[in-house]
């Protein structure tokens, strides 16, 4: 499906791609692994330890089978129901919790789910009277359910999407109903996406530090992440941060390799490119209208809160703050490079596996199929903080590290968004080159004239999906920005942490209303690129 | 792919734009974040000492006091801070081993912290007590010690921080151990049913408290006074225990390696002087070290004035905050 020019190309963005990411990680690691200071810190594995991984991987585990698992009968009823009021702003809801800081999130389901949220004073006038405590596993595992299930339907509904528009007119005209159309159409096409966005949530999840401290009710809620930033800050102990990193990123592997096991590449239908119908959308309207209303009032009820909570601070004040406005033009600059560079990195590790795709390649070809996806993904386990600490060690023999603060501040965003982009990207590019990949090349329509005129336009709506996604994870992270830290570099989280840590609660809300209004926006032009409202296929 | 490159390019070159140049002396000083915000003691203080030094001061804005530390620890010699502000006193131990700091030479004169803090190294310039703070309006009978605290309603909850994460939460743990010893950790077992949650810093601690969550929080007798001068609001009120407070004192102290030494000598002179003491309670929300110009607003005098005062020697905490940190995970963690 590749001229042999193109397999080279791609082949050289493969590796470079790899080279750039494994050294941009790797160097800070082994810088910070050989600044060996006191070396007191005991054994690595000790009981203490022992129990934090186990929990980490429990609690990951869970929220996992719960994100996923709901996501199936959302992701089904959105794909089911193609036009209701308000369909638009459900898929966009995907986006806003990953564009807010996790500490935000939380208060807002505090505001749900908490000894004074909605939920208790429901069951209250219910005549419950002890009301339900969210602090422990059940608060942990709602709010990664907040996080990640808008995200996994969201994938999920795009997997949904990209079945070939005639298996629906077959299926209808065969009769299937339920059951049958669930097992012959829908599951197959969840099952190929279903393992990358297990995967996905699981290294979210695993890695969850604030959501996992502030509602675990107690230190026995612990992850190896609270372990890293432990030994990293208040025990100055790099290497044994780094070893904790490597345990976190094995273990997960290990799992991952596991879970990719369950899934299996399925044929790609052909199609011509007909706009969606769904014949079985009518009979299912009251269910598919329950499922979706619940899913909007549990996504959609912490995210009102936390702009309500927003909209009662002084907008007008804060509108007219000019640190503010340095605040909001450093965050959007920053965000638009990392999505950028994102994009650009995500790119060969979508597509330089598919040379792999029918056999008779060579080692190198078969090494980048393996190691570019699993590095896409592993990344996310590298924590910020570590890489952040690295580069600044090294970069301080080059000057003032303030000067170099954003572009690292960037590329690590860029580096942990690189997942979520990956999977938005993956599958549909898949099909599309299952769709278009013969055609194109037996037309002679190769290099850059098919990266232009043919892959980047079908691929219009999943790329501008992946950029908000990154656009939107870098504007709502404080990761990176901490160990910089210096006056005249200040974005929107660290803005609101500030304001925070100095009473001024009213104004956090209020930069918080911010970004969740900053990631709506985000959302508009892939919402845009909907084929339907065009009217047009996505061929 | 093009029309992606070109303004990435353009958006990393701005960035990279060289910083304003210096002017004259600087003195730079590493400090918390909070100090050099809008609001907080930072520019007012900038501003009067320069008027005495023809001088500028630079001042680097890190997360928080350990971030100072982590700070230092990573640029060893080759650190720009002539001046570091914002330490707490169970950092100053870790902060000496550092050899990174040197001797004042200073004795400064009127220093009013109680404890009687003093240092060969670090100044203090401001201090308060950690605190249990309630909500007045649904907490009408308040705990008046620690082991009415620890022995109390179980139904009636705090929010507390995490020592492995926080100074507050190390701050508490500190506190338990100087009033029960040995049987801190029985303590600590019987105090865990009231906590609510253990939160990673004070933000969320606070943050979940004001939202009302739990009608405790450990913070600082000084909160109040912020809700009384800036919101206006008697409601958030500090409990007055028995047994006495710990003590939060905030520490500067000059590098070896400060350019001018004079100037940064200077400098932690003014600090502990009425020009900068003045300052801070109504932007740091902090009890002054020191005499201030005028007598303090009336909403820091009516704050709870602990009787007595805890503080363990730096090297003690430095050398046991591990086994006590154990001791409370086993504590917390137990079923």
């Known amino acids: ?539 | 792919m093009r029309n992606i490159i070109l303004p990435t390019i353009a958006i990393f070159a701005a960035l990279f734009s060289p910083p304003a140049n210096a002017a004259e002396k600087t003195l730079t000083i590493y400090t918390y974040e909070s100090f050099v915000a809008d609001w907080g003691p930072g520019p007012e203080v900038a501003a009067a000492f320069e008027k005495t030094c023809a001088c500028k001061i630079e001042w680097v804005g890190l997360a928080d006091g350990v971030e100072l530390v982590t700070r230092l620890k990573l640029e060893g010699e080759s650190t720009k801070a002539d001046i570091v502000l914002g330490l707490d006193t169970n950092l100053i131990a870790e902060a000496k081993a550092t050899g990174l700091f040197a001797p004042h030479r200073l004795s400064p004169e009127g220093l009013t912290v109680p404890g009687g803090f003093s240092d060969d190294t670090f100044l203090p310039y401001d201090y308060s007590h950690f605190a249990v703070v309630y909500d007045s309006q649904t907490l009408k009978d308040p705990p008046k010690s620690m082991k009415e605290l620890v022995e109390g309603d179980p139904a009636e909850k705090i929010v507390i921080e995490d020592p492995r994460t926080s100074t507050p939460g190390l701050g508490l743990l500190l506190w338990m151990k100087a009033i029960y010893g040995d049987e801190a950790g029985a303590a600590w077992s019987r105090l865990k049913d009231r906590v609510l949650t253990v939160t990673p810093g004070w933000s969320e601690a606070y943050g979940l408290f004001t939202r009302g969550e739990a009608p405790m929080v450990l913070s600082y007798t000084t909160s109040p006074a912020y809700h009384v001068i800036a919101e206006g609001t008697g409601r958030y009120k500090a409990a007055a225990f028995a047994e006495g407070h710990y003590i939060q004192i905030e520490v500067a102290g000059m590098t070896r390696t400060a350019r001018d030494t004079d100037l940064a000598r200077a400098f932690l002179t003014f600090m502990t002087g009425p020009d900068f003491q003045s300052i801070i309670p109504e932007t740091n929300w902090m009890m002054p070290a020191a005499a201030t110009h005028e007598p303090l607003p009336a909403a820091f005098e009516a704050l709870v004035k602990p009787e007595k005062t805890f503080l363990m020697a730096p090297e003690d905490v430095a050398a046991n905050r591990k086994a006590w940190i154990d001791e409370w995970l086993a504590a917390m963690s137990a079923k």
């Open chain 1, 1 to 539: 499906m590749f001229s042999r020019a193109e397999r080279k190309g791609l082949r050289l963005a493969g590796g470079l791609t790899l080279g750039f990411v494994l050294c941009f990680a790797g160097v800070a690691a082994a810088v910070l692994l050989g600044h060996a200071e006191s070396g007191d810190g005991g054994p690595l594995l000790d009981p203490y330890l022992v129990r934090v991984a186990r929990f980490t991987l429990w609690q990951a585990a869970l929220s996992t089978l719960l994100s996923v698992a709901l996501a199936i009968p959302v992701a089904r009823a959105l794909a089911r129901q193609r036009r209701f009021f308000g369909r638009v702003w459900l898929l966009r809801l995907a986006v806003v919790p990953l564009g807010l800081p996790a500490l935000v999130a939380a208060l807002g389901i505090v505001e749900i789910w908490g000894r004074q949220g909605i939920v208790n004073d429901l069951l209250h006038l219910a005549g419950l009277d002890n009301p339900v405590s969210v602090y422990g596993l059940a608060g942990i595992l709602i709010a990664h359910v907040f996080f990640n299930l808008p995200l996994a339907a969201r994938l999920m509904l795009a997997a949904l999407d990209r079945i070939a528009p005639e298996h629906w007119l077959t299926a209808a005209n065969l009769g299937m109903r339920g059951p049958a159309l669930f097992r012959l159409v829908e599951w197959p096409a969840i099952r190929r996406v279903a393992p990358g966005i297990a995967g996905l949530v699981f290294m979210l999840c695993a890695t969850s530090f604030t959501i996992v401290l502030t509602l675990g009710g107690g230190p026995a809620a612990t992850t190896i992440e609270v372990a890293i930033y432990q030994a990293l800050r208040f025990d100055f102990d790099p290497p044994r941060a780094v070893l904790l990193a490597a345990l976190q990123i094995l273990m997960t592997a290990a799992l991952l390799g596991l879970i990719a096991l369950i899934g299996r590449p399925d044929e790609e239908g052909a199609t011509a490119g007909r706009p969606i119908r769904r014949f079985d959308g009518r009979h299912r309207r009251l269910s598919d209208g329950a499922i979706l209303f619940l899913f909007a009032a549990f996504t959609g009820a912490p995210l009102i809160a936390t702009l309500t909570a927003g909209l009662s601070a002084d907008l007008g004040r804060l509108a007219l703050d000019p640190l503010l406005h340095r605040a909001l033009a450093t965050s959007l600059a920053i965000a638009f490079a990392s999505a950028s560079l994102c994009l650009l990195l995500a790119l060969p590790v979508v597509m330089t596996p598919r040379l792999a795709d029918r056999g008779g390649t060579d080692a190198t070809t078969r090494f980048l199929a393996r190691a570019l996806p699993a590095t896409g993904s592993l990344i996310l386990l590298v924590p910020p903080i570590i890489i952040a600490t690295g580069w600044f060690l090294i970069l301080r023999h080059f000057g003032d590290t303030t000067r170099h603060a954003p572009a690292i501040v960037a590329i690590i965003n860029a580096l942990m968004a690189l997942p979520f982009v990956v999977r938005v990207l993956e599958p549909a590019f898949r099909t599309h080159l299952a769709r278009t990949g013969r055609l194109a090349l037996s037309l002679g329509v190769t290099g850059a004239n098919r990266l232009l005129r043919i892959d980047l336009p079908a691929l219009r709506k999943p790329l501008a999906m992946a950029f908000a996604f990154a656009m939107a994870l870098s504007l709502g992270d404080l990761g990176a920005i901490a160990i910089f830290g210096a006056d005249g570099f200040v974005t929107l989280p660290w803005l609101l942490f500030s304001r925070m840590a100095s009473y001024r609660t009213a104004d956090a809300a209020g930069i918080a209303l911010l970004l969740g209004f900053l990631c709506l926006l985000l959302t508009l032009p892939s919402a845009s690129a909907e084929p339907e409202t065009k009217g047009r296929g996505n061929a």
